[in-house]
């Protein structure tokens, strides 16, 4: 079987995938929804709850195409769509909440048998973050938004931004540091 290539860069993609072409969009597709669906699921937990806004936002980033400048990279342009819509879903099914003070109801050590916290362990560690710590950590420390912006977004005061990300980093210390005296047999 020989494979084509349909296109040469991704500029002719975009430029193609704007005027509906069907192949051009899939190719996108096939090219950033992996990458897409770990974004999602940075701020989605539930796998299927997860696809289902990288597939809601690959519709409206197919909608919204036309107004891609390229003047910034095509998957940080689709990356801030998958954002958006993954805080939009857990809106409408009413997941996302603020607490004030519950750290202690999910101060629950993860236990391991080694001492290096590799990427798997980083990842559990902040997946078990209550969900409005998560999400705002990982809009601040991975995607890089600023406290205004993640209060635009999420309908919140900036103090609240900036409350629960400083919650959700004490919280991520005392597990890692759970962890290590775990790790080390100390405990």
């Known amino acids: 079987m020989k494979v084509l290539k349909l296109y ?3 500029a002719q993609l ?3 995938a704007s005027k509906n072409h069907r192949d051009a969009q899939h190719a996108l597709y096939k ?8 974004v999602c699921r940075y701020y989605i937990k539930d796998t299927q709850q997860a696809e289902e806004a990288l597939l809601n936002g690959f519709f409206k980033v197919f909608k919204q195409i036309k ?3 390229s003047e910034g990279s095509f998957e940080g342009w689709i990356r801030q769509i998958m954002v958006h819509e993954s805080i939009s879903l857990l809106r409408k099914k009413k997941q996302l909440e603020f607490s004030a003070d519950d750290m202690e109801l999910y101060d629950k050590p993860i236990n391991s048998d080694t001492a290096e916290l590799d990427l798997e362990k980083i990842q ?9 710590y998560r999400i705002i950590f990982i809009m601040h420390a991975v995607e890089g938004y600023k406290h ?3 209060s635009t977004l999420l309908g919140i005061s900036e103090s609240t931004s900036k409350s629960q990300l400083f919650k959700a980093r004490k919280l991520l210390q005392k597990q890692v540091k759970q962890l290590n005296k775990t790790s ?3 405990n």
């Open 8 to 10: 040469n860069n991704e």
């Open 14 to 16: 975009i430029y193609k």
């Open 31 to 38: 090219a950033h929804a992996p990458k897409m669906l770990s």
């Open 67 to 69: 107004s891609f400048k």
């Open 124 to 132: 559990l560690l902040i997946n078990n973050l209550p969900e409005g």
């Open 148 to 150: 205004r912006e993640i």
């Open 184 to 186: 080390y047999g100390t």
